[in-house]
DNA sequence: TTAATTCCTATTAATTAAATAGAAATTATT
DNA sequence: AATAATTTCTATTTAATTAATAGGAATTAA
């Protein structure tokens, strides 16, 4: 049970874009060199970031992207569900046909309350959150 | 972010064990098909368990696993650390050097919180637990 | 017109997890 | 002593997923 780098590099971006946008958007490439991380990997986070209305981007020349809103609006939650992408802990949380016995499945139950664990605090972490501890 | 096969079937199996386990040992054979799972895969399962201490075989006929304690006392965090064994969510959570910025990184304290609550979570909950549940 | 950027589509590489294979060792039972 | 049911060991293969890269098209500020 590791979290993707997708997440976790879409995370740090957000975070970086939230931190460093003033009036001018913030390209990839800065954020790249910034953090550490290749600017085409990042297309791909922002192409998805962009398409779950969390960043717009301006084209061209000192273009770049921008939140959509504020910080204290966005949570670890929503970023987790749109990069990691995976859902619940197992398959059968969302869609209990995938197991044969899901029905008297004891463990199935455990999985689930462990995920509403981990989505609950990450609901409860915000941008904003993160730029008030750094 | 998901469990692995190695965790989930695992805790099945044990259960299995637990709940079957009377004067004589349970045979992986028997598990396999009160439980859908390739006898194949539980053995190379319950080599890890049998190592971590958690069963202990019986060679030769009418042979088998039986638990080396009291279901109560096994816990799913105990099952967890043995089976999944990836750790915590992220690598820099046991080791900060992996990152640079490890120091100043406030995305690396909410990892490390998410993976304890899971961690507590998982603790809380014992195969007697399950036992009673099912 | 140029250069800086995002956008699109695709491919490749790397890693990890899942599952299987086969023969050796052990031992209860006959 | 022989047999058959089991675990044990070592290795391999397969499958799945994630991570990362590539190259050119579109856009637009300067
Ligand atoms: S029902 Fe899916 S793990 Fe038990
Ligand atoms: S220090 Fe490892 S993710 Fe930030």
């Not at 975070?15 to 910034?34: F, G, M, N, T, Y």
Request: proline letters at 4%; hydrophobic letters at 35%; glycine letters at 6%.
């Amino acid at each position: 049970m590791k979290l993707t780098t997708r997440f976790r590099y879409g995370t740090r971006a957000v975070l970086d874009l939230a931190i460093h946008a003033a009036e001018r958007p913030v390209s990839l490439k800065d954020i790249a060199q910034r953090q550490g991380i290749s600017r085409k990997y990042l297309e791909t986070l922002f192409s998805t970031l962009q398409s779950s209305g969390i960043v717009r981007a301006v084209r061209g020349p000192r273009g770049g992207y921008r939140l959509t809103r504020k910080p204290e609006d966005i949570s670890l939650r929503r970023l987790y569900e749109v990069l990691e992408g995976s859902g619940p802990l197992v398959d059968c949380t969302a869609d209990p046909d995938i197991c044969l016995r899901s029905a008297s499945c004891v463990t199935q139950q455990v999985w689930e309350e462990m995920y509403n664990l981990c989505i609950g605090y990450l609901d409860s972490i915000s941008i904003q959150e993160l730029i008030n501890r750094s």
